[in-house]
Structures are given as C-alpha cells and as structure tokens.
C-alpha cells in the first residue's frame, strides 16, 4: 500500500474529525496531495487539496472555512482537519496525489486519473 488515509468514524453533526494521509514506499516531497470525498452513490469529488513543497492550499466552496488540510513532510503525511461536520459530509473519503498538480495554480480540477496514487479510503459517517 502506498497511501492510506485513516481517522474515518462516527460523529454527530457540529462535530470533527482528523484525517491523516500517510505514504509508505515513496516520498510525497514534490507532489500535491488532495482529499476526495464519494458521498453514497455519488461522484468522487475534491475538497481541499495542498503542495508538500510550500503548503498552499486550495479548498472546495463547499468545505470552505469548515476543512483545513496541513502536511508534515518529516511524516510524510497529510491530514485533513474536519471541523463543523454536517451530515452531506457523510462518504467514504480518499487521499491522493498527483505530480503534475504540484506545478502551477491549485485546483481541484483535474481529471481523477491525473492523479498517480490513490489511497484506500476512510469513512466518515455524520449522523444528524
């Protein structure tokens, strides 16, 4: 496994969550890193995503102000701190990253198989 997001759960709406993302057999020095969340029978979707090299950061409308997402290079890790959880925050979340994003502006944009490496997701279930 080369990515693996953790720190999925149960949680009551108001209520937060961190997730980390941590990569095993490469080095997530020069890549950007994005968090995606799949709601139940929905389309995979970006909501925040960061570059190991200088910590920018860019975030969905949607998560705006409610997520951040940090990295700690000497981990090799990326989190995402989930604050304000509602329950349409509810669905598996993924972790992935992607060298082409390090370069240029921060989006959350490009196609899902621009990415090079995916991590097993985490759940998140937001009860109301």
């Known amino acids: 496994v080369q990515l693996q997001a953790s720190g999925g759960g149960l949680v009551q709406a108001g209520g937060s969550l961190k997730l980390s993302c941590a990569a095993s057999e490469f080095t997530l020095e020069n890549y950007a890193v994005a968090w995606f969340h799949q709601a139940p029978g929905k389309e995979r979707e970006g909501v925040a995503s960061t570059k190991m090299t200088d910590g920018s950061t860019y975030y969905s409308d949607s998560v705006k102000g409610r997520f951040t997402v940090s990295r700690d290079n000497d981990k090799n890790t990326v989190y995402l701190q989930m604050d304000g959880l509602k329950p349409e925050d509810t669905g598996v979340y993924y972790c992935?990253?992607?060298?082409?994003?390090?370069?240029?502006?921060?989006?959350?944009?490009?196609?899902?198989?621009?990415?090079?490496?995916w991590g097993i997701g985490t759940l998140v279930t937001v009860s109301s």
């Open positions: 992935a990253a992607g060298w082409a994003q390090s370069s240029g502006i921060l989006t959350l944009t490009a196609p899902l198989n621009e990415y090079d490496f």
